[in-house]
């Protein structure tokens, strides 16, 4: 049987997660929005470029989650994305509500799902998701690495002028400017990149990677990027939905591995049918280690302000 997916929030990111996915013919797939008309008709124009991607597959928009029932994939876009001058964390608030509410809904209906999160404060919400959900860990799983590590993977293959396909790289920590590019994990083609690119070079890229978001924002002016982390997030589905166990850095609920407890931090994982199958806990030097900390705590602090409402929520 065809497998089904659910993309909550029909925005820019939303719906170019349901197109990739009906491009791929991953599954048939509700798009649901808060607005009235728009999922709709996105969901109808979707449905209507399959005949000429040669896609079989449903597509439909609505704003009533009864249409969503027993999903096996959810993925979560809806809510606010940042303008110039904001922060990833400005949105916490605003986004708190919706995640908690949208996840809600969704779960009702697909109690089996796999939740794939996507709104901003990433890390932090995908604790709102767990605790929203009531699922296990292995359920709830955050898109942020694969975005952060395909900038860094564009950067260097542009630097290089070498295929994107041959740059193997990870980006580790939580999805703020805080993140970790790990360089010494990261090759061209099995090549150490530190090899083929002067110190300088590198560092450049590695900053403009932890300011990848921001950097398209500000041109943007009245939202944020959606391309790439739509493919992202399609590439997460892809892996659960196929079973093709790909090892891809994603934001997951990290239980003592790498010395943190209790806390969503990306990581190298593999993605299967069970969703969250493994954390890889990979070497680090004491400057890396230190700079995963560092981001740790970043996520650290939005959840301990939201901790309240967290508590609240689970009681
Ligand atoms: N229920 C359903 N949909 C909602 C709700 C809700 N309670 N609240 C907002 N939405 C919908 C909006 O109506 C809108 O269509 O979420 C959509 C968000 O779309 P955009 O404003 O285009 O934002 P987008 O660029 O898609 O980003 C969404 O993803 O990458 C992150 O930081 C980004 O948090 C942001 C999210």
């Not at 690119?197 to 450049?204: A, H, I, V």
């Not at 934001?251 to 993605?271: A, T």
Request: hydrophobic content about 45%.
């Amino acid at each position: 049987m065809r497998k089904k997916i659910t993309v909550i929030g029909a925005g820019n990111v939303g719906a170019s997660c349901a197109a990739r996915l009906a491009d791929k013919e991953l599954g048939d797939i509700v798009v649901v929005d808060i607005l009235e008309g728009v999922p709709t008709g996105k969901g109808l124009d979707l449905l209507q470029a399959c005949p000429v991607e040669g896609s079989d597959v449903k597509v439909a928009g609505t704003n009533d989650y009864e249409l969503t029932a027993n999903s096996d994939v959810v993925v979560v876009t809806a809510g606010l994305a940042r303008k110039p001058g904001m922060s990833r964390d400005d949105l916490l608030w605003a986004n708190y509500e919706v995640v908690s509410g949208t996840v809600r809904q969704a779960v009702k209906y697909s109690p089996d799902a796999i939740l794939i999160l996507v709104t901003n404060p990433l890390d932090a919400m995908c604790h709102v998701a767990l605790k929203a959900s009531g699922f296990p860990k292995h359920r709830v799983i955050g898109m942020a690495g694969i975005l952060d590590t395909a900038r860094f993977r564009a950067f260097l293959a542009q630097a290089l002028d070498v295929s994107v396909e041959n740059i193997v790289a990870f980006v580790l920590g939580g999805h703020g400017d805080t993140m970790v590019p790990l360089v010494r994990y990261t090759s061209v083609a099995g090549i150490p990149v530190t090899d083929l690119l002067d110190k300088e070079t590198l560092d450049r890229i590695v900053e403009r990677t932890r300011f990848g978001g921001g950097e398209i924002v500000k041109y943007l002016k009245t939202g944020s990027a959606y391309y790439a982390p739509s493919a992202a997030a399609v590439e997460m589905v892809e892996s659960i939905l196929k079973d093709k166990k790909k090892v891809l850095p994603c934001s997951v609920l990290l239980e003592g591995e790498y010395g943190i407890n209790g806390l969503f931090v990306g990581v190298p994982v593999k993605l299967g049918a069970n969703g969250l199958e493994k954390i890889y806990e990979i070497n680090l030097t004491a400057e890396e280690d230190a700079a995963l900390k560092k981001s740790a705590a970043a996520v650290q602090e939005l959840v301990d302000v939201m901790k309240p409402k967290l508590e609240a929520a689970a009681g």
